[in-house]
């Protein structure tokens, strides 16, 4: 039965994502871990050490980055190639919820019953999260692959840490034991190769330990904390390793940058935001910008969620399963929320949810069954209520996915939601070139005026990316101008050239050979460049 559950949950999860195998390569990220990545280009003795011994861009990620490799050496660049695995991990993925679902409704009773379909709701626990419109970031996304291997790892090894609790709970031989915990210890370890988010993972088994396994609760509690040691050892090695190329990189935010308060704030009201989209996925934006300074609403939102906490703590005798899956929830987030992030997206990301929601979703799941059971003849309006859940979900995924198709879609959406100046500025640039340079002059035009207005330092690199899509339409006069208002700001190599060239066109020669001279021989081409 489980296996003909796992197929279909397979099955239908890669025709749901099936759209997503025609995205291409997005300007945030992808460059940095693919495109652009020199650790990707061979698999070599040496490279593969490098893959594991040396961080890129601030970030350690050697297995995520082994199978960028892997795919390098099949794909090439074509981004299909990169989407087929994303889509393939997470399809497997879905069937380790399926699984994991099984695992835990079979020490609850009342689940099993043969009035309940009990395949339907395995079915709706790994739909119900693998569809959820919050997963797109992770799948549809290539550089979300770090997501989709940590989470076949980390499930893996959720899965093989249950089978250890069966066979001890058994007595089972010692050797079956032995091999299932390490088992449970390797991908553990796994998938901290592959994010580094997981390093909460040894929490989550004492609250599964506690309800619904209530190994805690037989006298043997000194030896299950004791089973979480190398659990804790591995993620205590991991995160200092992590910390310390972070540092290295410099990729940490000082608490002088970000005080504790505002990482209390923004890490409140992005578990509230999660939870609202879980229930309500209405406003769902790929590249969140912390707004400065942080409005009134963060802390309400962090009221809520510090009143939520303290209810499950108060009501945890009496209500075990709602407690668990919300310190499940609050606990697998905690590495991503701003009190140790350190990443530009340091307010939120919905790919953040990706491991987070899968304890809603099982229960989400069992909650279904047990209400179907108290139902009894009308449960089959609930089967069409669940039913209608995941069709929505399949809707809202398939018009999302295409968010992702490039780089053009992407911040279009996010201009949709927020528009904010660096949306328009690498839109601008994406428009500029696929040879659409009218529209990237009117982004240009946009990114400038706020750039402008909040004082952004960096705005030299607008004007020259204006004074480009201006000579490619032959506004040359135009063109100068903004070049020279760069050249003011920073006056690098590359701006002289494109204005040389800008003048030339307006038969100004003189002034045009000046400024190839100041350019030198062999200027780049135009870039972001960052003021040294």
């Known amino acids: 039965m489980i296996i003909e559950v796992a197929a279909a949950a397979f099955a239908i999860t890669l025709l749901v994502y099936s759209r997503a195998l025609w995205c291409g390569f997005i300007n945030l990220d992808d460059p940095f871990y693919i495109t652009n990545n020199p650790l990707l280009k061979s698999l070599d003795g040496e490279s593969l050490l490098r893959l594991f011994a040396a961080p890129h861009l601030g970030a350690w990620l050697p297995l995520t980055y082994l199978s960028f490799a892997i795919d390098h050496f099949f794909w090439g660049l074509n981004p299909f190639g990169y989407h087929l695995t994303n889509i393939l991990l997470h399809a497997a993925n879905v069937v380790l919820v399926v699984c994991l679902a099984d695992k835990l409704f079979g020490s609850q009773p009342g689940l099993r019953v043969e009035k309940t379909p009990y395949p339907a709701i395995l079915l709706f626990a790994g739909l119900v999260w693998g569809l959820h419109p919050l997963r797109i970031e992770s799948v549809a996304w290539a550089a979300g692959r770090k997501d ?41 370890s796994c998938s901290l190769l592959a994010k580094q988010s997981t390093v909460t993972f040894p929490f989550i088994l004492l609250l599964l330990d506690w309800y619904p396994l209530r190994r805690l609760l037989k006298g043997r509690a000194v030896t299950v904390m004791l089973e979480k040691l190398p659990f804790l050892a591995i993620s205590l090695l991991i995160t200092l390793v992590t910390i310390h ?41 790929p590249y969140f910008v912390l707004p400065k300074p942080l409005p009134y609403s963060y802390l309400v939102k962090s009221a809520a969620v510090v009143i939520a906490t303290v209810a499950a703590l108060w009501k945890l005798p009496g209500r075990k399963a709602s407690a668990v899956v919300w310190f499940c929830f609050v606990i697998s987030l905690v590495p991503m929320l701003a009190f140790v992030h350190a990443g530009d997206d340091i307010g939120m990301a919905a790919r953040y949810t990706y491991l987070a929601s899968i304890a809603p979703s099982i229960a989400a799941a069992g909650g279904l069954a047990l209400l179907y059971n108290r139902l009894g003849g009308k449960g089959k309006y609930l089967a069409a209520a669940a039913a209608a859940i995941l069709l929505v979900s399949v809707a809202m995924t398939q018009k999302l996915i295409a968010v992702w198709h490039d780089t053009g879609t992407f911040w279009s959406r996010v201009i949709e939601i927020e528009p904010v100046g660096r949306a328009y500025g690498d839109r601008g640039v994406f428009y500029l070139i696929n040879g659409r340079s009218e529209d990237a002059v009117e982004d240009f035009n946009a990114a400038i005026n706020i750039a402008v207005g909040t004082g952004q330092q960096s705005v030299y690199n607008l004007y020259a990316f204006r004074g480009v899509g201006l000579s490619d339409i032959g506004r040359y006069a135009e063109a100068v101008a903004d070049f020279d208002r760069a050249i003011a700001i920073y ?42």
């Open 491 to 532: 006056p690098h190599p590359t701006y002289f050239q494109q204005r040389g060239i800008a003048l030339r066109a307006l038969g100004r020669a003189k002034e045009a050979e000046n400024d190839f001279l100041r350019a030198g021989p062999n200027p780049p081409p135009i870039d972001w460049f960052e003021r040294k």
């Open 148 to 188: 989709v291997l940590n989470g076949l790892f980390m499930l893996g090894a959720l899965l093989a840490y249950l089978r250890y609790c069966e066979l001890q709970d058994a007595a089972a031989g010692r050797s079956r034991r032995i091999i299932s915990y390490l088992a449970a210890l390797v991908l553990f």
């Open 245 to 285: 190329f972070a540092m290295v990189e410099k990729e940490l935010i000082s608490m002088k940058e970000m005080p504790l308060y505002a990482r209390f704030f923004i890490s409140g009201n992005a578990v509230f935001e999660y939870c609202r989209l879980t229930l309500y996925p209405v406003g769902i934006t």
